[in-house]
């Protein structure tokens, strides 16, 4: 499975937007770019995913960088129930098995 | 729509014991994962059924334990001989292929082995 690289920690403020950055240069043509967090004592939490272009929903908007190469997670307006561990996950649709492979993901902490 | 519901939610059992663990997933999901989280680690892929295939199996889940989905709904997973490394926590997750691809995960059971 390709990797992805996280920043182990980020920091933000309440009602401030937050950028958590994603790189993963071995990306291949099927990947799907996931997103998934998990606030303590929880099971993760799916946000969002996108394969190439950018993607809004309710919770998030994803940026996907035009060589795929890196993705950013945008969160509009963070809230103190915004504060979780951040995964950027690749899975290949090619096998159709979509299993998720975590990494240690971004810890967000947010301030009030 | 309840769900993805586990159960128990904490097991501690002593080592060499057996136990199961129960996952109802959302209703009409074909796809079921089973993952293993350690303290301080992201989750790790276990196995997944389609229906009530079991199509992939990790390497890390070893001949003490097994897995099913009877009847293509609710599945289990069993440990035997539990060992302390054997202490995480089991996370259950469904998705509705090929529609939708997002997993959606249950609590997870806690798992202890004294």
């Known amino acids: 499975d390709a990797k992805t690289t996280q920043p182990n920690s980020m920091e933000s403020n309440e009602e401030e937007p937050v950028h958590l950055p994603c790189n993963h240069s071995?990306?291949?043509?099927?990947?799907?770019i996931h997103w998934y967090r998990q606030l303590p004592s929880q099971g993760p939490e799916y946000v969002i995913h996108?394969?190439?272009s950018n993607v809004n929903n309710r919770m998030a908007s994803l940026a996907i960088a035009e060589d795929r190469k890196s993705s950013t997670l945008i969160l509009h307006r963070a809230t103190l129930r915004d504060a979780a561990v951040y995964y950027c996950?690749?899975?290949?649709?090619?096998?159709?098995?979509?299993?998720?492979?975590f990494g240690k993901g971004t810890l967000l902490t947010v301030n009030p | 729509d309840t769900g993805v519901s586990q159960d128990p939610r904490h097991k501690i059992t002593k080592r060499g014991q057996n136990v199961t663990f129960r996952c109802d997933p959302i209703?009409?999901?074909?796809?079921l994962y089973w993952y293993r989280q350690t303290l301080g680690q992201g989750p790790e892929f276990l196995t997944y059924?389609?229906?009530?295939?079991?199509?992939?199996k990790s390497r890390l889940l070893s001949d003490r334990f097994s897995a099913e989905r009877p009847k293509g709904s609710f599945s289990t997973l069993e440990i035997q001989r539990t060992e302390q490394g054997d202490s995480a926590m089991y996370l259950c997750?469904?998705?509705?292929?090929?529609?939708?691809?997002?997993?959606?995960f249950g609590p997870g059971t806690r798992l202890t082995v004294l």
């Open positions: 071995t990306i291949s043509g099927t990947d799907y």
């Open positions: 059924f389609q229906n009530e295939a079991q199509l992939e």
């Open positions: 997750a469904s998705s509705l292929l090929p529609s939708k691809i997002e997993q959606f």
């Open positions: 209703s009409e999901h074909n796809r």
């Open positions: 996108g394969l190439t």
């Open positions: 996950i690749l899975s290949n649709s090619g096998g159709s098995n979509y299993k998720l492979t």
